[in-house]
């Protein structure tokens, strides 16, 4: 048995469709064909990432930040054109663009508190 590498990737979020929205606004993600239920999974590749309601024994409020020490990273064509539009939007700049070895490269803070960083090189 071995692994062979992430194949799905979902945050747990307060508000679903709150949260969907966001990601479909604000980053052009478009929803999958299929969601199981509690659950929006976005059409991203090469992995798909979704969001969905917490689990019962998980409180988002609890914890403080949620996804503290995890690092999501997603792919732009543009970073600094979304940046410039999250930015104008109100979205938190966690971390101001910059250029470095992943391209254009920022992060920002989403509804729920996570931190998800952009980048444009391949």
């Known amino acids: 048995m071995t ?6 990737i979902a945050l747990q979020v307060r508000d679903l469709e709150r949260a969907a929205a966001f990601y479909e606004d604000h ?26 309601d917490a689990l019962p024994d998980v409180d988002l409020d609890a914890v403080g930040r949620p996804g ?13 054109a979304l940046h410039d539009s999250l930015d104008a939007a109100g979205v938190p700049i966690v971390m101001p663009p910059f250029d470095g070895p992943f391209g254009r490269t920022f992060a920002f803070a ?10 444009d090189k391949q």
Do not use: K, M, N
């Not at 692994?3 to 799905?8: E, I, L, N, Q, S």
């Not at 503290?68 to 600094?80: E, I, K, M, N, P």
């Open 3 to 8: 692994v062979t590498g992430p194949d799905f």
């Open 27 to 52: 980053l052009g993600l478009r929803r999958a064909p299929f969601s199981p239920p509690h659950a929006v999974v976005f059409a991203t590749t090469p992995v798909p990432f979704a969001v969905r």
């Open 68 to 80: 503290l020490g995890v690092a999501l990273w997603l792919h732009s064509t543009d970073a600094q």
């Open 110 to 119: 989403d509804l729920d508190g996570y931190a998800v960083t952009i980048h």
